[in-house]
């Protein structure tokens, strides 16, 4: 039979445990019928008494089971917060810092997205050292090709599927980019956090996603934000430019989520890897030209290769390799809102970077701004049915208050306790 694998997709979902939980318990059942089935000759409290023991010592295992591996995919998460934060943090200020000695942008966004080439073969060693049916390159290759359609990786369907995702990929690391050399990386890592707000309004828009009004209120909080932090600086044109870039970097990766989700849907592990890869590769092989050709223009001068700090530009595109790989795969092991808690912790650690430094200063407006971003983006990570959630929690919070003082009545009060747990009952029916 074909082995089914989890699909990444952009806005994307972890399994729930309740799955798993819901899958071991009906496995358990069965077993239960036929351990009732076989007592029916003997004494009935006999048989009972060996059944249950055991029922229980399943059910007790399942339950550890699905324990163990929630605080598996916790500790993971924790992990994954941190390496998250890290190269995402990472890759700015050091971008921020290799501006000082290449100012090149654009020339700096093909280095880096032509490292997306290495996703494909990295994906290929994972699956030779987990996949028990080994392929070779060429069979897994034609295998993921199946995400373009029947036909495979076509020339239409590269110019009509691809070409505009990689088209998307550039502007929005080149627009980042531009807004570091304009303005700090504390505003620029707090106003790109917007794109959450974008991504749900054009959802709601275009994809006709379910309408929350808490998301609405992040949306509100996202764009108050922008307006407050363009406000800190005084309407300088500077600063106004570097806003300017960093929203529309942040427009342009919600359009890439929400149209490829629209366009392609959702896409395994290889086929996720085997599309960066072509967007990587298409990005060296089609766009080698555009720096050369700023630099003969003198739009983009970086001198001789000698004087290119090397270092710093793989070090740049490293960590933002790094961070692509924990993004798009990160799924796997862990829950999706630990993804997302990396990114936003990044903006604090950007902040204590820039105070350090001091390439920034705090006032008011600014801090009130940065927070109600960060706010709007923690909100816009609450589920669907969060508000079912919070009634249900409340729910359990008065029972177990309203248990204590039930139990103080004592048995001479009997009658009344009987008549508060059904006025009790009735009103929780309604």
């Not at 009972?48 to 929630?70: M, S």
């Not at 290929?124 to 295998?143: A, D, I, V, W």
């Not at 990786?153 to 550039?170: C, D, E, H, Q, S």
């Not at 009130?368 to 249900?392: N, R, S, Y």
Request: overall charge positive; aromatic content about 12%.
């Amino acid at each position: 039979m074909k082995k089914h694998s989890a699909r990444v997709a952009p806005l994307s979902a972890c399994n729930s445990p309740v799955l798993t939980l819901t899958k071991l318990e009906g496995e358990d059942r069965p077993r239960e019928n036929v351990v009732g089935s076989t007592v029916d000759g003997q004494a009935a409290n006999g048989g009972a008494t060996g059944a249950e023991p055991d029922t229980g010592r399943r059910r007790l295992r399942c339950c550890i089971k699905i324990t163990a591996v929630q605080v598996r995919k916790m500790l993971w998460g924790v992990a994954m917060v941190m390496c998250v934060c890290s190269s995402w943090a990472g890759s700015t200020q050091l971008a921020k810092l290799t501006f000082k000695k290449f100012d090149a942008p654009f020339t700096l966004t093909w280095f880096a997205t032509t490292w997306n080439c290495l996703f494909f073969p990295l994906y290929y060693m994972g699956h030779l050292c987990k996949s028990p049916e080994r392929q070779t390159p060429r069979q897994r290759f034609r295998e993921c090709c199946r995400f373009f359609g029947d036909d495979g990786l076509t020339a239409k369907v590269f110019f009509t599927k691809v070409a505009p995702f990689g088209l998307l990929w550039i502007l929005t690391n080149y627009l980042y980019l531009q807004a570091l050399r304009k303005i700090n990386t504390t505003d620029v890592s707090a106003l790109f956090c917007c794109n959450k707000a974008f991504v749900f309004l054009l959802s709601w828009i275009v994809l006709r996603d379910r309408f929350m009004g808490v998301r609405i209120v992040a949306a509100i909080f996202a764009i108050a934000g922008i307006v407050m932090m363009t406000y800190a600086d005084g309407f300088h044109s500077h600063s106004v430019m570097g806003i300017t870039f960093v929203v529309a970097s942040a427009s342009m990766s919600a359009l890439y989520k929400v149209l490829f989700k629209m366009v392609l849907g959702s896409a395994k592990f290889g086929e996720a890897a085997l599309f960066l890869t072509i967007v990587g590769g298409a990005n060296f092989v089609l766009l080698s030209f555009v720096p050369l050709i700023l630099y003969l223009t003198g739009m983009e001068d970086f001198g001789s290769p000698g004087d290119i700090p090397w270092l710093c530009l793989c070090g740049v595109a490293v960590l933002n390799f790094a961070f692509n790989i924990l993004v798009n795969f990160g799924i796997a092991i862990t829950y999706p809102t630990s993804i997302s808690l990396g990114i936003v912790l990044s903006v604090p650690v950007n902040a204590m970077v820039d105070l350090y430094t001091c390439e920034i200063h705090f006032n008011a407006v600014r801090l009130i701004a940065v927070f109600i971003i960060c706010l709007g983006f923690l909100m816009l990570l609450l589920p669907e049915d969060w508000d079912h959630c919070f009634i249900q929690l409340h729910a359990k919070l008065r029972s177990k208050r309203e248990e204590p003082a039930e139990a103080e009545t004592g048995p001479g009060s009997s009658l009344n306790w009987t008549r508060r747990a059904r006025t009790s009952m009735s009103s929780f029916a309604h």
